[in-house]
Nanobody
Framework: QAQLVESGGGLVQAGGSLRLSCTAS????????MAWYRQGSGNQRELVASITNRGATNYAGSVKGRFTISRDNAKNMVYLQMDSLKPEDTATYYCNRLPPFDAWGQGTQVTVSS
């Protein structure tokens, strides 16, 4: 299993932006379909965005048009650009394969104030 380390979260006002980063250890990263997930307080973890090994992307309806997922296979990294943030985007964000396979990292907290 790969080790996953997320970063880039923080406190931002509604309408602001953040860019999350995820570093994945291990070989053959470029073969993996990857995704960002989030878990808000009292909620189940949900899929936010995914990117295939060929770069095809997909988004949850609640973030489509506001979030952009990307990857850099040379650096074993996945990114999530989050624009026009809303208070309901407040959650801990995690990366993992699609479907999840590796042990979950510590996540990165995103808090959006109104």
């Amino acid at each position: 299993q790969a080790q996953l380390v997320e970063s880039g979260g923080g406190l931002v006002q509604a309408g602001g932006s953040l860019r999350l980063s995820c570093t994945a250890s291990g070989s053959r990263f470029s073969d993996r379909d990857m995704a960002w997930y989030r878990q808000g307080s009292g909620n189940q973890r949900e899929l936010v965005a995914s990117i295939t090994n060929r770069g095809a992307t997909n988004y949850a309806g609640s973030v489509k048009g506001r979030f952009t997922i990307s990857r850099d296979n040379a650096k074993n990294m996945v990114y999530l650009q989050m624009d026009s943030l809303k208070p309901e985007d407040t959650a801990t964000y995690y990366c993992n394969r699609l479907p999840p396979f590796d042990a979950w990292g510590q996540g990165t907290q995103v808090t959006v104030s109104s």
